[in-house]
């Protein structure tokens, strides 16, 4: 659905170059919650800026619903980002329009009638939670109330695509949260792509299903949220769960994905006679997926022979140096 392919930006800064991006690539199939993640600098907001062509990037090339955007002369591209609907951090709402005004906006100004208009403003009014607020104005509602009213606004022209930048940081965690469930039905009932930009794990956690990890301009670590979290090494991994306090001889770090129900640590002690320390970590709920993540010390003669039982049983075992 969304492919970028080899994207590279440079910015000139006070006669300095700043690399932003150093060949990008990423994929997004179609109905995915895709989420890029990254500390600041490492290129997500411009990434982003150039999906949609807000920016132009210096090299590579921008697929989404199997156009080549960067291709496209500008009335065509114009036509192409009505797919693209873009969330804000800061909402971007117009404090003089109503709440209906703000989401009417986007059709008025594609010479959408009247009628028309009223009934889809309605229709998505009532799609966010947000039906009794047609007439208030930005000022009078919360911060998730604003969101609500900047999703229903960038799904007013019917994307199949929606970018969000940053959209909850500045939320609260409950209200963040009721967001993040709200995006996750919207790509349910609509089979709407989602690619979103977020500095926060906790919205990975809560409802991406793939994730691109960049750093300094370039993607270092991608996939499905759930393999990932099942790949040795994984940053996504170390960035979800607190790596382990202690290190040391028969440190280990378990991760195991939808397997809660069994008495794995148990079934260790009695049949290999070890015993087993926990020292660290959680049990989470990970883009829909029970995932745990404990460092143990296990200790015994048969220990050697308790781990290869745990990893015969898709248990992820990393030594902790
Ligand atoms: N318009 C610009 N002019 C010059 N440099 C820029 C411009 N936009 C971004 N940069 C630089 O490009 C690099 C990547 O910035 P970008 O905003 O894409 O990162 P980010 O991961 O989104 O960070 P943050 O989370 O802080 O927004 C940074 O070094 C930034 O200073």
Known sequence: MINAVDLHKVYQLKGREVVALRGVSLHVPQGEIYGVVGPSGAGKSTLLRCINLLE?????????????????????????????????????LLSSRTVAGNVAFPLEIAGVPRAERRRRVAELLELVGLADKAAAYPAQLSGGQKQRVGIARALAPRPTVLLSDEATSALDPATTASILDLLRDLNRELGLTILLITHEMDVVKRICDAVAIMDRGS???????????????????????????????????????????????????????????????????????????????????????????????????????
């Open 56 to 92: 132009r990037p210096d090299r590579g090339e921008i697929w989404v619903d199997g156009r080549n955007l960067t291709a496209l002369p500008p009335p065509q591209l114009r036509a192409a980002r009505r797919g693209i609907g873009m969330i804000h951090q800061h909402f971007a």
């Open 219 to 321: 993607v270092v670590e991608t996939g499905r949220t759930v393999d990932l979290l099942r790949t040795p090494g994984s940053l996504l991994a170390r960035s979800l769960f607190a790596p382990p306090p202690v290190s040391g001889d028969g440190v280990v770090t378990l991760t195991w994905v939808d397997q809660a129900e069994e008495p794995l640590i148990s079934q260790l002690t009695r049949l290999f006679d070890v015993d087993v320390s926990i020292l660290g970590g959680a049990l989470e709920e990970v883009a829909g997926h029970a995932v745990g993540r404990l460092t143990v010390r296990i200790t015994g003669e048969r220990s050697a022979e308790a781990l290869t039982y745990l990893t015969d049983r898709n248990v992820l075992v990393e030594e902790v140096p």
